[in-house]
């Protein structure tokens, strides 16, 4: 609808809306603009607008206004919401109204339902508690129907109170003018009409109990929504509300709201950290579970990042603020589950614009078989009543919650397995994928450096050549150095104290440790010490880098006594992330930039027979055209900055969200706790929900269209037809929570933690 780029965008909290229509009128007045694009969700009651330069904010507020509703910028969210029991507030009236009909309604229809206690003025009594049910209960439907009289439109609303009001007036003129008001008037209560000249018919019981069964729909409706978006409330409530701040050498306690980039802030055990951000000072294991889902608790040290809303399980720290307020991980995973709730999907849209044309085809309809009716000769009464049926049975308000309920449980319940859906478009995606390309470095490996294998010389001790070379090793800051000291000090303990310690540039270290002379590095550093690699040593280098591993020699006390090799390690879940991706019916890809030797043996071990290596950052995104060229559906999973330009092209992306914010920014899905299994889980939790809007749309749909010849044909009183419109909605929001009963096939975490080390060893990590 953009007929040019968008100066901004701004979502708008709508007030007043009763239904799908609301929703869709809405959505049409804002996009009557110039260069407009709007989003209306009757679920969420927001918009999401997008508005070209000269459309202020003001205009778009106006031009709801002028459609009859109200709309502001919501209030920003906040965790403690559901504790005190504001987000109840909105809940009071409709439950007040609520309660009204039903102490009120039911007498009336039990009196109209059972003859034998229609004693002799019954039904002025049952005028006397039906007329507060439709006036005062059904005031927000009457209310509704006129706001969208003066504005030319109609809605669900208008079925409601037309057929309400119309039978609550036939009661009036058959009490007033008719017999009905009689001393002694009795009439039986059926499913079906009957033929008479209607002035000793009454039909209080089915305003009334249209009116109760609707309220009682819609306050199910309002909970169970408010229940589908709890994932949300529960994201923010993770976060810290206080935090210690060092200022001027001093303490201070602060809300976290009044943190700022660069604050340096104390972290006791057991504290939540406040926000995100970089360790200064002290070593501690850091407890992300609640966040990603990760039960192993990371070790972390000075110039480790860590996460805001993870606790510290150990030691005291001292961290330095990074990121703050809505710049944090955890308020970008809120906002990604907020956005992905607001959005519609393909078959939202369907809906909603059948919904927008239903209503006047409805009211179409009832005037036609009222027509119908009378001409047949079956009576005013008869007439009447299967009309005022066809416009309460129409009502779809299954059919305008069928997606977004569906859509909230699903993305709520994957925020709280760390499976963060972006759209429901990418549902719809989930659907076709036949291909997956997976990135190697960081996604089916874990992208960090790991000692992996020890060669030594015939007399040479393995631990002691560990304990030497690591001890050396650890003096150095680069990352293949790091992990040669990680692997050792996880092998044989504690290492040696080191002197002399000098790097020499391109070619490795040398050192003095517990008075040995150590050399760690290419084997032409061991040479220019005369210390020459033997045939078995020279053999184990060579295999090692054959493979795509890096090798370094070690030489002791003048003699080359070892080769140690270190590789980018393949993550212990990945192959049975490759089964299960096959068992959704994938057929996996492994891309990478590294040689064919090495992509080969990392394939091989997870599973994955079509490889394609050597290929350039830049280059990725040409291999997901090539393979959409071929007429492939394909999903990409990726980590680095380099993957995002072939996540975006991808059909469906998933990010690691142990990666970069380039690519998660770039993807669809994004699985948080960085384990490849997720990423089947995160399929299936999309397909099951898009599963699930089918099915709500279908009930929807098959409901209206077989309701309605019943209606029509007089075989449904209007109280029974209130009653069955009431159910479609409430078993259309019951069948989407059942979402939250989703489980994943592994329980994240469960698994060995690759990236993880074990407590009070250092962790390998690349520089």
């Known amino acids: 609808m953009s007929t040019g780029a968008t100066s901004g965008r701004i979502e708008l909290a709508i007030g007043g809306m009763t239904c799908a229509s609301c929703a869709a009128r809405v959505e049409k007045r804002l996009n009557k603009l110039e260069g407009v694009t709007a989003t209306v969700n009757y679920a969420t009651e927001k918009a999401q607008v997008e508005y070209p330069e000269g459309v202020t904010p003001e205009e778009l507020i106006a031009q709801v206004e002028k459609a009859g509703y109200t709309a502001e910028p919501p209030a920003p969210p906040r965790a403690e919401t559901a504790a005190d029991g504001g987000?109840?507030?909105?809940?009071?009236?409709?439950?007040?109204?609520?309660?009204?009909?039903?102490?009120l309604a039911v007498p009336v229809i039990a009196m109209a339902m059972v003859p034998a206690w229609q004693f002799e003025y019954w039904q002025w009594l049952s005028l006397t508690l039906a007329a507060p049910v439709v006036v005062y209960a059904g005031w927000p439907f009457h209310k509704a129907a006129w706001t969208n009289l003066?504005?030319?439109?109609?809605?669900?609303?208008?079925?409601?109170?037309?057929?309400?009001?119309?039978?609550?007036?036939?009661?009036?003129w058959a009490l007033f003018f008719g017999t009905a008001g009689e001393p002694g008037m009795k009439h039986g209560f059926e499913f079906s009409m009957t033929r008479s000249d209607g002035s000793m018919n009454i039909y209080l019981e089915a305003a009334a109990g249209v009116i109760a069964f609707i309220l009682a729909g819609r306050y199910f409706e309002a909970r169970s929504k408010r229940r589908a978006g709890a994932a949300l409330t529960a994201l923010l409530e993770l976060g810290a509300k206080e935090v210690s701040v060092v200022r001027n050498g001093r303490e201070e306690r602060v809300g976290v709201d009044r943190l700022a980039v660069g604050d340096v802030f104390v972290v006791r055990p057991g504290e939540k950290i406040a926000t995100d951000g970089v360790v200064e000072e002290g070593s501690s294991a850091v407890d992300?579970?609640?966040?990603?889902?990760?039960?192993?608790?990371?070790?972390?040290?000075?110039?480790?990042a860590v996460t805001g809303a993870t606790v510290n399980a150990g030691g005291r720290l001292l961290v330095r603020a990074t990121r703050v307020g809505s710049d944090t991980k955890l308020a970008q995973m809120a906002r990604l589950v907020e956005e992905a709730q607001t959005g519609k999907a393909q078959v939202q849209r369907l809906a909603d614009r059948i919904s927008g044309i239903f209503v006047p085809i409805v009211i179409a309809i009832a005037i036609a078989t009222l027509g119908f009716w009378i001409g047949s000769g079956a009576g005013l009464a008869a007439a009447f009543t299967a009309a005022v049926a066809v416009l309460i049975i129409a009502c779809p308000c299954a059919l305008g919650l069928a997606t977004p309920t569906a859509l909230m449980v699903g993305t709520g319940r994957g925020a709280q397995l760390?499976?963060?859906?972006?759209?429901?478009?990418?549902?719809?995606?989930?659907?076709t994928i036949d291909t997956v390309v997976l990135d190697k470095t960081g996604t089916v490996t874990t992208g960090r450096m790991a000692l992996v294998g020890v060669v030594t010389a015939e007399d040479a001790d393995e631990a002691e050549v560990l304990r030497l070379a690591g001890a050396l090793e650890n003096a150095s800051e680069h990352p293949i150095a790091q992990a040669i000291a990680a692997g050792a000090a996880e092998r044989v303990g504690e290492l040696g104290t080191v002197e002399d310690f000098a790097n020499v540039e391109g070619l490795g270290v040398q050192g003095l440790v517990d008075g040995k002379g150590v050399l760690v590095g290419r084997p032409r550093l061991?040479?220019?010490?005369?210390?020459?690699?033997t045939p078995e040593l020279e053999k184990a280098m060579t295999g090692a880098q054959a493979l795509g591993h890096t090798a370094v020699a070690v030489g002791i006390d003048g003699r080359a006594q070892a080769v140690i090799t270190v590789a980018d390690q393949v993550k212990p879940t990945s192959a049975e992330a490759i089964s299960r991706l096959r068992e959704l019916g994938l057929r996996p890809v492994l891309l990478t930039g590294d040689n064919e030797a090495v992509a080969r043996t990392v394939a091989e071990s997870v599973g994955i027979d079509e490889v394609i290596a050597e290929v350039l950052p830049a280059d990725k995104v040409d291999v997901v055209k090539r393979l959409q060229d071929e007429g492939r559906t394909v999903a990409m999973v990726g980590d680095g900055v380099n993957d995002a330009a072939a996540l975006a092209q991808a059909d469906l992306g998933l990010a690691m969200g142990t990666g970069t914010d380039a690519a998660i920014e770039a993807s669809d899905l994004t699985l948080v706790s960085g384990d490849l299994r997720a990423a089947a889980d995160a399929i299936r939790l999309s397909r099951r929900t898009l599963r699930t809007i089918k099915g709500n749309l279908f009930w929807a749909f098959a409901y209206n269209v077989g309701a309605l010849p019943l209606a029509a044909a007089g075989l449904l009183n209007p109280m029974i037809a209130g009653g069955a419109m009431a159910f479609s909605s409430v078993f259309v929001v019951s069948n989407s929570l059942r979402l939250r009963g989703f489980k994943p096939l592994t329980r994240p975490g469960a698994g060995p933690a690759p990236a993880q080390a074990k407590p009070g060893k250092p962790v390998a990590k690349v520089g």
């Open 526 to 533: 061991l040479a220019e010490w005369s210390q020459h690699l």
């Open 87 to 103: 987000a109840d507030d909105g809940l009071a009236p409709l439950r007040q109204r609520l309660w009204t009909a039903v102490v």
């Open 288 to 304: 992300a579970s609640l966040l990603t889902g990760e039960s192993v608790p990371v070790e972390v040290a000075p110039g480790d």
């Open 418 to 431: 760390g499976i963060l859906i972006k759209g429901p478009e990418v549902l719809e995606s989930t659907r």
């Open 150 to 172: 003066r504005h030319g439109a109609a809605t669900m609303d208008t079925l409601v109170s037309v057929g309400t009001l119309a039978a609550f007036g036939w009661s009036l």
